[in-house]
């Protein structure tokens, strides 16, 4: 098992910055793949980024690219994602998730543990 918890939401003006933690418990968190997926109300969950274990392979979903970045500290066993020219678009309950194989990391349903969401909200 692989408990995840999310932190470093909250509001925030259009332009500004965030970056949300995601620290992992349990099972060998350096074995994992992470994600970061996003949820926005009367809309589906959609990807935002997706980090390899050893980081040499980053994904991005097109709405995000440029202004966020993920990344991983596998000593603390923290993901991380930073977010830059934050958009009212942004706005949503943001998840971070870890898949133990597979590679089609922008599908949710690569992933084994999913944690419990931080919600970020960009005012305009």
């Known amino acids: 098992q692989v408990q995840l918890v999310e932190s470093g939401g909250g509001l925030v003006q259009a332009g500004g910055s965030l970056r949300l933690s995601c620290a992992a418990s349990?099972?060998?968190?350096?074995?994992?793949?992470m994600g970061w997926f996003r949820q926005a109300p009367g809309k589906e969950r959609e990807f935002v980024a997706a980090?390899?274990?050893?980081?040499?392979?980053?994904y991005y979903a097109d709405s995000v690219k440029g202004r966020f970045t993920i990344s991983r500290d596998n000593a603390k066993n923290t993901v991380y994602l930073q977010m830059n020219s934050l958009k009212p678009e942004d706005t949503a309950v943001y998840f971070c998730?870890?898949?133990?194989?597979?590679?089609?990391?922008?599908?949710?349903?690569?992933?084994?543990?999913w944690g419990q969401g931080t919600q970020v909200t960009v005012s305009s």
């Open positions: 998730a870890a898949a133990s194989r597979g590679s089609n990391w922008y599908r949710g349903s690569e992933y084994d543990y």
């Open positions: 349990g099972r060998t968190f350096s074995r994992y793949a």
């Open positions: 980090i390899s274990w050893s980081a040499d392979r980053i």
